[in-house]
């Protein structure tokens, strides 16, 4: 099964969406500079990105329903669906950091991601479980930075 994309149209969608967010955003983000005789406060740019991003994307909107100028994408759901399916995991590793701590939670996730690209290789599985134990010690007892610890 595949998936066709019109690149310009969707694009424009989703940047004036993008847009429209950072434009209402805005003002309850960066509170208002009241001096005399300016006109750039610190607003001003992150509203003219906005504004330029809604123009643009107006731009491609335009090109694709009234022009007809679009570039489709042609996507296959299988790949697709392993990416995503990848992300959960990623997902659910953030999930399990504060919960098992990140030694253990990296452990897991080296593991599952050797399982999910099908290594059968013994000697990759024990360099990835090496690196998983040489990045824990080396941040935790080389440079003293706290990471987080197991508590269920």
């Given amino acids: 099964m595949e998936i066709k994309i019109k690149t310009n149209l969707v694009s424009g969608i989703l940047f004036l969406i993008l847009s429209g967010v950072l434009l209402a955003v805005i003002p309850a983000q960066i509170r208002q500079t009241y001096q005399q005789n300016q006109y750039?406060?610190?607003?001003?740019?992150?509203?003219?990105?906005?504004?330029?991003?809604?123009?643009?994307?107006?731009?491609?909107?335009?090109?694709?329903?009234?022009?007809?100028?679009?570039?489709?994408?042609?996507?296959?759901?299988?790949?697709?669906?392993?990416?995503?399916?990848?992300?959960?995991?990623?997902?659910?590793?953030?999930?399990?950091?504060?919960?098992?701590?990140?030694?253990?939670?990296?452990?897991?996730?080296?593991?599952?991601?050797?399982?999910?690209q099908k290594v059968k290789s013994v000697k990759q599985w024990l360099v990835v479980l090496a690196i998983m134990v040489v990045i824990y010690f080396?941040?935790?007892?080389?440079?003293?930075?706290?990471?987080?610890e197991f508590a269920l």
């Fill in 40 to 116: 750039i406060d610190a607003k001003a740019i992150p509203q003219m990105v906005g504004c330029i991003t809604a123009l643009i994307s107006v731009i491609l909107i335009v090109k694709s329903l009234v022009l007809h100028q679009e570039t489709i994408k042609v996507y296959a759901v299988k790949p697709e669906m392993m990416a995503v399916l990848y992300f959960c995991g990623l997902l659910f590793y953030l999930f399990l950091i504060p919960r098992l701590g990140f030694f253990l939670s990296s452990l897991l996730m080296g593991v599952g991601t050797m399982a999910y």
């Fill in 138 to 148: 080396g941040f935790s007892k080389g440079l003293n930075i706290m990471l987080p």
